[in-house]
C-alpha cells in the first residue's frame, strides 16, 4: 500500500458525459501527479500540482481539468467524455517537487461506453 | 522531445540474470528512472540515476550513460513475483522531477 488513495476504482460512463476522480495523497506529501495510461499510449503525464497550485502541464486535453484543494486531494474532471479517453487514470504523490520518488495509487479504470 | 525505446517483452527463467535496455533521445534530463508495474495495478519505483555508473539495490541495479542515450536495469536472481512490465522514464530539463515521460515498458515474463 502506496498510502495514495484513489476512487472510485472502476467507473463507466457513457459518451458525453461528466466525471470526477479523487486522489488523496500519502500523509505529508505536497505535491500530486496525474497520468493517464491506455494500452496504445502508455503512461502519459497530464497536470502537477504542488500545495494547491498548478506546476506542470503535460499533455492534458482541455476538456479535463483539476485541482488541489487546501487539504492537499485532488480531483481530476473530465468532461464530454469521448470513447478514447477509456483509460486507467493514476494519482502520484511525493514529499516536494524535489522528491526523485513518487508513490502512485492504484488508479481509476475509466470505462467510457 | 525525448523518445523512449524498450523492447517489448522478454522472457527469462527463474533463478537467471536478465538485462531490459532503454534507449532514449532527449535534449536534456535531470535523470532516468525505472518503474516496476505489475497488470493491473499501480507502479512502483524502482531506481533512478542522475549522474553517469551503475546504481545496485540489491537484486535491482541501474546503469546509465548519457554520452550514449542508453540505459538498462539489470534484474540478478530472478524470481517468478519479478513477471511484471518495466518502465523506463526521464525527467525532462527545467521541469519538475516527477513530470515524466515514460517509455511504452517492456513486459518480462519469468518461467519456472
Known amino acids: 500500500d502506496s498510502g495514495v488513495t484513489q476512487t472510485p476504482k472502476h467507473l463507466i460512463t457513457a459518451t458525453g458525459q461528466r466525471v470526477t476522480l479523487r486522489c488523496s495523497p500519502r500523509s505529508g506529501d505536497l505535491s500530486v501527479y496525474w497520468y493517464q495510461q491506455s494500452l496504445d499510449q502508455g503512461l502519459q503525464f497530464l497536470i502537477q500540482?504542488?500545495?494547491?497550485?498548478?506546476?506542470a502541464k503535460g499533455n492534458i486535453l482541455e476538456r479535463f481539468s483539476a485541482q488541489q484543494f487546501p487539504d492537499l486531494h485532488s480531483e481530476l474532471n473530465l468532461s464530454s467524455l469521448e470513447l478514447g479517453d477509456s483509460a486507467l487514470y493514476f494519482c502520484?504523490?511525493?514529499?516536494?517537487?524535489?522528491?526523485?520518488?513518487?508513490?502512485f495509487g492504484q488508479g481509476t479504470r475509466l470505462t467510457v461506453v | 522531445g525525448q523518445n523512449i525505446d524498450q523492447p517489448t517483452e522478454m522472457t527469462a527463467t527463474e533463478g537467471a540474470i536478465v538485462q531490459i535496455n532503454c534507449t532514449y533521445q532527449t535534449s536534456g534530463f535531470n535523470g532516468l528512472f525505472w518503474y516496476q508495474q505489475h497488470a493491473g495495478e499501480a507502479p512502483t519505483f524502482l531506481s533512478y540515476?542522475?549522474?553517469?555508473g551503475l546504481e545496485e539495490k540489491g537484486r535491482f541495479s541501474s546503469f546509465l550513460s548519457r554520452s550514449k542515450g542508453y540505459s538498462y536495469l539489470l534484474l540478478k536472481e530472478l524470481q517468478m513475483k519479478d513477471s511484471a512490465s518495466y518502465l523506463c522514464?526521464?525527467?525532462?530539463?527545467?521541469?519538475?522531477?516527477?513530470?515524466?515521460?515514460f517509455g511504452t515498458g517492456t513486459r518480462l515474463l519469468v518461467s519456472p
Open positions: 500540482y504542488y500545495n494547491g497550485e498548478e506546476r
Open positions: 502520484a504523490s511525493s514529499r516536494t517537487e524535489l522528491n526523485t520518488e513518487a508513490f
Open positions: 540515476n542522475v549522474l553517469d
Open positions: 522514464a526521464v525527467s525532462p530539463m527545467n521541469t519538475g522531477f516527477q513530470k515524466l515521460v
